[in-house]
C-alpha cells in the first residue's frame, strides 16, 4: 500500500470532498463510458474525461470507466487530475490492489509535476499486471515528462509489442518520437496507427485518424492509405544536349563571383545555373552556404536538404550536407528539426564522428542525457581513445545517479560510514568531486605520486574490465599533491605566494579552502588551466556578470519603466499562498507578473506603479498584498491555505483567486 501514498499526501485537502461526490446519484456507468467515448471522439477530452467521472460517482470500483477516465484526463488540466486522484486513493484505501487505482495516481501526479512519484505508482501498476496496454502508454508517458525520452519510447514500443492491432498504442509512440526529434520512426508508427485506424470503424477511430493524419504532416510522411500505391518519386528529364556544357560554364561563373565576395552577384549567377542543372547536388551543396550567408536562412537550410537528397543513399557528401542543414536548424532554434538531420547524416553514413558529435550536444541541450549517453557509447565504439566521449560518458552516467547510488558509491570507496542510510549534501558534494577526479585521471595521476599508491584504490570489477577508484584517502591524497602543484603552477603565472591562497574562480568561488588545499571548485579550476590563459580572479577583481545576468538586469530596467518593481522570493511565495493562485495564473494577462532568471536566481517582478502601462483594475489589487506582508502582517488562516491548490476548506471565504482563476465576483 504505499506505492499511492504520494497521491494521498498531495492530495488529502481536497479528498474528503472529491470523495464525496462519487456516492452520490448519477447515470449508469455503462451510459457514462458510451456518453463519454463519444464526447472524446467528438474532440472534447475535457468534456469526456467529466462525463467519465460523472458515472463514476455512482460506480467508483468500474475501473474500465475508470481506466478511460485517466486516458481521457488531459494532460493541461491540473484541477481534474486532483479529482481523479481522489477518487483513486479513495479505492486503494479500501484495499482494493487493481493497477487501474495505480495508475491514475501516476496520471495525477505526472500532471502535478511530481515526475518521480508518479513514476512509482506507474511501475507498481506494470507489477500487478504486465499485460495491458494502458499501464505501458502512463509508463512511457510518465518517463518522457520525467526527461527520458529514451526509456519513454523503450516502454511505448513495448506496448505496441502486446498491443500491435491498436492505432492508439502506435499514436503514443510516435508522438514520442516526433517529440524526440526522429521523424523517420515517427512517420512510420504515424502510418501504422493510420492504416488500423482505417479498419476500424467508429468515432473514436475518426478521431485518432484525425490526430494521426496531423501527425504525418508533421513529419512529412506520405499519407498512402489502404490501397493506394505510394507515388513514386519523378525522374528529373535528362538535360538537352549542351546543357552540360552550360552548366559547368554557369558554376564556374557563380563560384569565381563567389569568391570576390560578391554574394548578390553570385547568388544571381547560381539562380541561371539552375536552369541547366537543376539535379546538380554540388550546385545545391554551393548555393546553401550563400544563401546563409546573405541572411536567408530558412532558404539555406533547405537547400542544403535538398543537396543530401540529390546526393542521396550511402554518400559522405550527403551526410555532410545534413551536418550542415542541422546546424543551421540550431541557429534558428529549431532543435527537433536539428535532431532530425543528424540522424539522416547518420543514416547516410553511420561513422561520422561529426554528426555523432553533433547529435549528442543537440541531445543535451534537450535535456535528453539518456539519448547522448547512448551517443557517447556510440563514439566510444568507433573511437575507444576518443577521451572527450569517454570524460562525458562518464560524467552523464554520474549525474543520473540517485542520491541513495552516490552514497553506496561513497560506501565503496571507504569514504563513507558503512552504518549511513541517508546522504546528507556533504555526501553528495564528496562523491561528486571524487568522481570528477576520477574522470580526469586522478588515479593515473596519483600512481606516479604516491609510493604507497595501492592503499589508496580499490577496485570494481566491470564488463569491460577491471577499474580503479579512488578510496576517501585516495583523493585526500590526490588534493594533497594537486595542491603542491597548483601552488608552482600560480607561482608560474607571476602571482605572489601571499595572493595564491586567496584566488577565486570565474564565478567567485575560493580555490582554496581556510587549511590551504585546494577546493573542489580549485581542483577543476587547477585541472583545466593553461599557462598564459587567466581562469581565476584576485581577491581585489569583481565577479564579471555572465550574459544571463547582463540579459536578466536589461529586462528588469525594461519592465521598471513600464511600471514594475522586483520583489523577493519569500514575498512571492506569500503571494501565492495569500491570494489563492497558480502560477500560470500569477503570470497570465492581466496580472502579468514577470519572472527572470540571472544565472544564479529567479527574480520576480510585479505590477505596482499606478500609472504604469502595465496597470490594469485587475492587478492593481496585488501591490497592498506585499505591503501588508513587508509591514509584518503575514498570518494566513487554515480556510486560506487549504484551498489554493489542493482542494477546497469547509469555509467558504473568497481569495483573489477561487478555483484556480482569478475571482470575478459570481459563486
Same mark, same amino acid.
Given at each position: 500500500?504505499?506505492?499511492?501514498?504520494?497521491?494521498?499526501?498531495?492530495?488529502?485537502?481536497?479528498?474528503?470532498?472529491?470523495?464525496?461526490?462519487?456516492?452520490?446519484?448519477?447515470?449508469?456507468?455503462?451510459?457514462?463510458?458510451?456518453?463519454?467515448?463519444?464526447?472524446?471522439?467528438?474532440?472534447?477530452?475535457?468534456?469526456?474525461?467529466?462525463?467519465?467521472?460523472?458515472?463514476?460517482?455512482?460506480?467508483?470500483?468500474?475501473?474500465?470507466?475508470?481506466?478511460?477516465?485517466?486516458?481521457?484526463?488531459?494532460?493541461?488540466?491540473?484541477?481534474?487530475?486532483?479529482?481523479?486522484?481522489?477518487?483513486?486513493?479513495?479505492?486503494?484505501?479500501?484495499?482494493?490492489?487493481?493497477?487501474?487505482?495505480?495508475?491514475?495516481?501516476?496520471?495525477?501526479?505526472?500532471?502535478?509535476?511530481?515526475?518521480?512519484?508518479?513514476?512509482?505508482?506507474?511501475?507498481?501498476?506494470?507489477?500487478?499486471?504486465?499485460?495491458?496496454?494502458?499501464?505501458?502508454?502512463?509508463? #512511457?508517458?510518465?518517463?518522457?515528462?520525467?526527461?527520458?525520452?529514451?526509456?519513454?519510447?523503450?516502454?511505448?514500443?513495448?506496448?505496441?509489442?502486446?498491443?500491435?492491432?491498436?492505432?492508439?498504442?502506435?499514436?503514443?509512440?510516435?508522438?514520442?518520437?516526433?517529440?524526440?526529434?526522429?521523424?523517420?520512426?515517427?512517420?512510420?508508427?504515424?502510418?501504422?496507427?493510420?492504416?488500423?485506424?482505417?479498419?476500424?470503424?467508429?468515432?473514436?477511430?475518426?478521431?485518432?485518424?484525425?490526430?494521426? &493524419?496531423?501527425?504525418?504532416?508533421?513529419?512529412?510522411?506520405?499519407?498512402?492509405?489502404?490501397?493506394?500505391?505510394?507515388?513514386?518519386?519523378?525522374?528529373?528529364?535528362?538535360?538537352?544536349?549542351?546543357?552540360?556544357?552550360?552548366?559547368?560554364?554557369?558554376?564556374?561563373?557563380?563560384?569565381?563571383?563567389?569568391?570576390?565576395?560578391?554574394? %548578390?552577384?553570385?547568388?544571381?549567377?547560381?539562380?541561371?545555373?539552375?536552369?541547366?542543372?537543376?539535379?546538380?547536388?554540388?550546385?545545391?551543396?554551393?548555393?546553401?552556404?550563400?544563401?546563409?550567408?546573405?541572411?536567408?536562412?530558412?532558404?539555406?537550410?533547405?537547400?542544403?536538404?535538398?543537396?543530401?537528397?540529390?546526393?542521396?543513399? &550511402?554518400?559522405?557528401?550527403?551526410?555532410?550536407?545534413?551536418?550542415?542543414?542541422?546546424?543551421?536548424?540550431?541557429?534558428?532554434?529549431?532543435?527537433?528539426?536539428?535532431?532530425?538531420?543528424?540522424?539522416?547524416?547518420? &543514416?547516410?553514413?553511420?561513422?561520422?564522428?561529426?554528426?555523432?558529435?553533433?547529435?549528442?550536444?543537440?541531445?543535451?541541450?534537450?535535456?535528453?542525457?539518456?539519448?547522448?549517453?547512448?551517443?557517447?557509447?556510440?563514439?566510444?565504439?568507433?573511437?575507444?581513445?576518443?577521451?572527450?566521449?569517454?570524460?562525458?560518458?562518464?560524467?552523464?552516467?554520474?549525474?543520473?545517479?540517485?542520491?541513495?547510488?552516490?552514497?553506496?558509491?561513497?560506501?565503496?570507496?571507504?569514504?563513507?560510514?558503512?552504518?549511513?542510510?541517508?546522504?546528507?549534501?556533504?555526501?553528495?558534494?564528496?562523491?561528486?568531486?571524487?568522481?570528477?577526479?576520477?574522470?580526469? #585521471?586522478?588515479?593515473?595521476?596519483?600512481?606516479?605520486?604516491?609510493?604507497?599508491?595501492?592503499?589508496?584504490?580499490?577496485?570494481?570489477?566491470?564488463?569491460?574490465?577491471?577499474?580503479?577508484?579512488?578510496?576517501?584517502?585516495?583523493?585526500?591524497?590526490?588534493?594533497?599533491?594537486?595542491?603542491?602543484?597548483?601552488?608552482?603552477?600560480?607561482?608560474?603565472?607571476?602571482?605572489?605566494?601571499?595572493?595564491?591562497?586567496?584566488?577565486?574562480?570565474?564565478?567567485?568561488?575560493?580555490?582554496?579552502?581556510? %587549511?590551504?588545499?585546494?577546493?573542489?571548485?580549485?581542483?577543476?579550476?587547477?585541472?583545466?588551466?593553461?599557462?598564459?590563459?587567466?581562469?581565476?580572479?584576485?581577491?581585489?577583481?569583481?565577479?564579471?556578470?555572465?550574459?544571463?545576468?547582463?540579459?536578466?538586469? &536589461?529586462?528588469?530596467?525594461?519592465?521598471?519603466?513600464? %511600471?514594475?518593481?522586483?520583489?523577493?522570493?519569500?514575498?512571492?511565495?506569500?503571494?501565492?499562498?495569500?491570494?489563492?493562485?497558480?502560477?500560470?495564473?500569477?503570470?497570465?494577462?492581466?496580472?502579468?507578473?514577470?519572472?527572470?532568471?540571472?544565472?544564479?536566481?529567479?527574480?520576480?517582478?510585479?505590477?505596482?506603479?499606478?500609472?504604469?502601462?502595465?496597470?490594469?483594475?485587475?492587478?492593481?489589487?496585488?501591490?497592498?498584498?506585499?505591503?501588508?506582508?513587508?509591514?509584518?502582517?503575514?498570518?494566513?488562516?487554515?480556510?486560506?491555505?487549504?484551498?489554493?491548490?489542493? #482542494?477546497?476548506? %469547509?469555509?467558504?471565504?473568497?481569495?483573489?483567486?477561487?478555483? #484556480?482563476?482569478?475571482?470575478?465576483?459570481?459563486?
Amino acid at each position: 500500500m504505499n506505492g499511492y501514498r504520494a497521491a494521498r499526501t498531495l492530495f488529502a485537502a481536497g479528498g474528503l470532498l472529491a470523495a464525496s461526490l462519487f456516492f452520490r446519484g448519477a447515470a449508469g456507468a455503462g451510459e457514462a463510458l458510451d456518453r463519454a467515448r463519444g464526447a472524446a471522439a467528438q474532440g472534447s477530452e475535457a468534456g469526456a474525461f467529466d462525463l467519465a467521472m460523472e458515472g463514476l460517482k455512482k460506480e467508483p470500483a468500474d475501473t474500465e470507466l475508470f481506466l478511460c477516465a485517466v486516458e481521457l484526463l488531459p494532460e493541461n488540466s491540473p484541477e481534474r487530475a486532483k479529482t481523479l486522484a481522489a477518487a483513486a486513493w479513495e479505492m486503494l484505501r479500501a484495499m482494493k490492489e487493481d493497477y487501474a487505482w495505480y495508475l491514475g495516481a501516476c496520471k495525477a501526479l505526472r500532471l502535478s509535476g511530481r515526475s518521480a512519484e508518479a513514476l512509482s505508482n506507474c511501475k507498481k501498476a506494470l507489477e500487478l499486471d504486465p499485460t495491458v496496454y494502458p499501464v505501458y502508454r502512463e509508463l #512511457g508517458l510518465t518517463y518522457a515528462a520525467a526527461g527520458n525520452p529514451r526509456k519513454a519510447a523503450e516502454t511505448l514500443a513495448q506496448g505496441v509489442e502486446i498491443s500491435s492491432s491498436s492505432y492508439q498504442a502506435h499514436y503514443y509512440l510516435a508522438k514520442v518520437l516526433e517529440k524526440r526529434g526522429d521523424s523517420s520512426r515517427a512517420a512510420a508508427s504515424y502510418s501504422s496507427g493510420l492504416a488500423l485506424a482505417r479498419r476500424a470503424s467508429g468515432p473514436e477511430a475518426d478521431y485518432y485518424g484525425a490526430l494521426i &493524419k496531423a501527425g504525418q504532416k508533421r513529419t512529412g510522411a506520405e499519407l498512402t492509405g489502404a490501397g493506394k500505391k505510394k507515388p513514386k518519386a519523378k525522374t528529373p528529364a535528362p538535360p538537352p544536349p549542351g546543357n552540360k556544357q552550360l552548366a559547368a560554364a554557369c558554376l564556374a561563373r557563380f563560384r569565381e563571383e563567389f569568391l570576390k565576395d560578391n554574394l %548578390g552577384t553570385a547568388l544571381a549567377a547560381s539562380d541561371g545555373c539552375l536552369k541547366f542543372a537543376p539535379a546538380d547536388p554540388l550546385l545545391a551543396a554551393e548555393r546553401a552556404p550563400l544563401l546563409v550567408r546573405l541572411g536567408k536562412y530558412e532558404e539555406g537550410v533547405k537547400e542544403y536538404e535538398r543537396a543530401a537528397s540529390l546526393y542521396g543513399g &550511402k554518400d559522405p557528401a550527403a551526410a555532410l550536407c545534413r551536418i550542415k542543414a542541422a546546424e543551421t536548424w540550431i541557429k534558428l532554434g529549431k532543435s527537433d528539426k536539428a535532431l532530425a538531420q543528424y540522424r539522416l547524416a547518420l &543514416k547516410s553514413d553511420p561513422k561520422d564522428m561529426n554528426a555523432l558529435r553533433g547529435l549528442a550536444a543537440a541531445q543535451e541541450a534537450r535535456s535528453d542525457s539518456s539519448g547522448a549517453l547512448e551517443t557517447y557509447e556510440t563514439m566510444l565504439k568507433l573511437e575507444p581513445a576518443n577521451e572527450k566521449a569517454r570524460i562525458r560518458r562518464e560524467e552523464l552516467r554520474s549525474g543520473t545517479l540517485t542520491g541513495a547510488q552516490m552514497l553506496e558509491e561513497l560506501k565503496l570507496r571507504r569514504a563513507a560510514d558503512l552504518k549511513k542510510t541517508d546522504p546528507l549534501p556533504e555526501d553528495l558534494r564528496l562523491f561528486k568531486a571524487i568522481k570528477a577526479a576520477e574522470i580526469s #585521471g586522478a588515479v593515473e595521476y596519483l600512481k606516479k605520486r604516491a609510493p604507497v599508491f595501492r592503499s589508496l584504490v580499490v577496485e570494481r570489477k566491470a564488463a569491460d574490465g577491471t577499474k580503479l577508484l579512488l578510496t576517501g584517502e585516495g583523493y585526500k591524497a590526490y588534493v594533497f599533491h594537486a595542491t603542491r602543484e597548483a601552488v608552482k603552477f600560480f607561482e608560474g603565472q607571476g602571482i605572489a605566494l601571499r595572493e595564491i591562497f586567496t584566488l577565486r574562480t570565474l564565478s567567485g568561488a575560493p580555490v582554496f579552502d581556510q %587549511g590551504g588545499k585546494l577546493t573542489a571548485d580549485g581542483e577543476e579550476l587547477w585541472r583545466k588551466s593553461a599557462p598564459g590563459t587567466k581562469s581565476w580572479l584576485l581577491v581585489y577583481e569583481p565577479v564579471p556578470a555572465s550574459p544571463e545576468a547582463v540579459k536578466a538586469e &536589461k529586462e528588469i530596467e525594461a519592465a521598471k519603466k513600464n %511600471g514594475y518593481a522586483e520583489i523577493y522570493e519569500p514575498e512571492y511565495l506569500w503571494l501565492l499562498r495569500a491570494t489563492e493562485c497558480p502560477e500560470d495564473v500569477m503570470q497570465d494577462p492581466p496580472i502579468k507578473l514577470l519572472i527572470l532568471n540571472d544565472g544564479t536566481r529567479r527574480r520576480y517582478l510585479l505590477c505596482w506603479v499606478e500609472t504604469g502601462t502595465c496597470m490594469n483594475n485587475v492587478n492593481n489589487k496585488l501591490p497592498s498584498y506585499i505591503e501588508s506582508y513587508r509591514g509584518g502582517n503575514t498570518e494566513l488562516s487554515d480556510s486560506k491555505t487549504s484551498t489554493a491548490f489542493f #482542494g477546497t476548506g %469547509g469555509a467558504k471565504k473568497i481569495h483573489f483567486c477561487e478555483k #484556480g482563476r482569478i475571482w470575478s465576483g459570481e459563486l
